[in-house]
């Protein structure tokens, strides 16, 4: 089992920037993929962004170049650098990591940006 719990969420302004954390507990060592995803009102999940456990990063065509996702294994930590946010960019963001055969999910933090 592995246990994620995010924070840095928000309020924040158009063109204005947000650090997400994700902190995982329990079965670490196991877990290969670690990423972002989130869910703004009516939509389905979607794909932010997702590290490997190399050091291997994928972001979705509409974050690229705005959005940068690292890994702190020492700390067990992944993060969402957010940057030039957009209202678009709202939504609920949750942590995903991936083990072989299965996945955990941490409980989300929401993002909301509006003037």
């Known amino acids: 089992q592995v246990q994620l719990v995010e924070s840095g969420g928000g309020l924040v302004q158009p063109g204005g920037s947000l650090r997400l954390s994700c902190a995982a507990s329990?079965?670490?060592?196991?877990?290969?993929?670690m990423g972002w995803y989130r869910q703004a009102d009516g939509n389905q999940r979607e794909l932010v962004a997702r590290?490997?456990?190399?050091?291997?990063?994928n972001y979705a065509e509409s974050v690229k170049g705005r959005f940068t996702i690292s890994r702190d294994n020492a700390k067990n930590t992944v993060y969402l650098q957010m940057n030039s946010l957009k209202p678009e960019d709202t939504a609920v963001y949750y942590c995903?990591?991936?083990?072989?055969?299965?996945?955990?999910w941490g409980q989300g933090t929401q993002v909301t940006v509006s003037s």
């Open positions: 590290i490997e456990d190399g050091g291997d990063t």
């Open positions: 995903n990591a991936r083990v072989i055969g299965s996945g955990y």
């Open positions: 329990g079965s670490v060592g196991s877990v290969v993929t």
